[in-house]
């Protein structure tokens, strides 16, 4: 009986953080940690271990069909650095139509460039820290 409580409860507990995620997604996930780009380092070293104002932020984190690069459980905040490649056209439409999903789930998202991380960190850990309450 207390194992079966635990393996409800741990169910329970990753499908709201994860929003339903397949076991795929998770693997994805897992690799994307893997392989993180230079921005996504830079900025995860200044959020890992609660450092922003006290908030856990996952990286590469599953929910529903995507892995979002960071997310604020808490605040229900997704936070996601775009390369260059998201300044073509059908890579914005997805974005718009990604961003509008995760809308429909109760998330907020908001965007920064490599760029952004790179060469101002400062602003970025600011307006991160903006939208956590």
Same mark, same amino acid.
């Given at each position: 009986? #207390?194992?079966?409580?635990? !393996?409800y409860q741990k169910k329970s507990?990753?499908?709201? /953080?994860? #929003?339903?995620?397949? =076991?795929?997604i998770f693997e994805k996930a897992?690799?994307?940690?893997?392989?993180?780009?230079?921005? &996504? $380092? =830079?900025?995860?070293?200044?959020? $890992?271990? %609660?450092?922003? @104002?006290?908030?856990?932020?996952?990286?590469?984190?599953? +929910?529903?069909? #995507? !892995?979002?690069?960071?997310?604020?459980? $808490?605040?229900k905040l997704v936070i996601e650095?775009?390369? &260059?490649?998201?300044? /073509? =056209?059908? !890579?914005? &439409? =997805?974005?718009?139509?990604?961003?509008?999903? /995760?809308?429909?789930?109760?998330? @907020?998202? +908001?965007?920064?460039? %490599?760029?952004?991380?790179?060469?101002?960190?400062?602003? !970025?850990?600011? +307006?991160?820290?903006? %939208?956590?309450?």
């Amino acid at each position: 009986m #207390y194992i079966r409580n635990m !393996v409800y409860q741990k169910k329970s507990i990753e499908t709201s /953080l994860n #929003y339903g995620a397949k =076991k795929s997604i998770f693997e994805k996930a897992e690799m994307l940690r893997r392989k993180m780009t230079d921005p &996504e $380092k =830079k900025l995860w070293g200044c959020v $890992k271990d %609660n450092q922003l @104002k006290g908030y856990k932020i996952r990286r590469q984190h599953p +929910i529903d069909v #995507y !892995v979002v690069d960071f997310y604020c459980h $808490k605040a229900k905040l997704v936070i996601e650095i775009d390369g &260059e490649n998201h300044s /073509l =056209k059908e !890579v914005r &439409e =997805k974005d718009q139509s990604r961003t509008a999903e /995760l809308n429909e789930l109760g998330l @907020k998202v +908001i965007r920064f460039t %490599n760029s952004e991380v790179m060469d101002n960190i400062d602003d !970025v850990l600011n +307006i991160i820290s903006q %939208n956590l309450p």
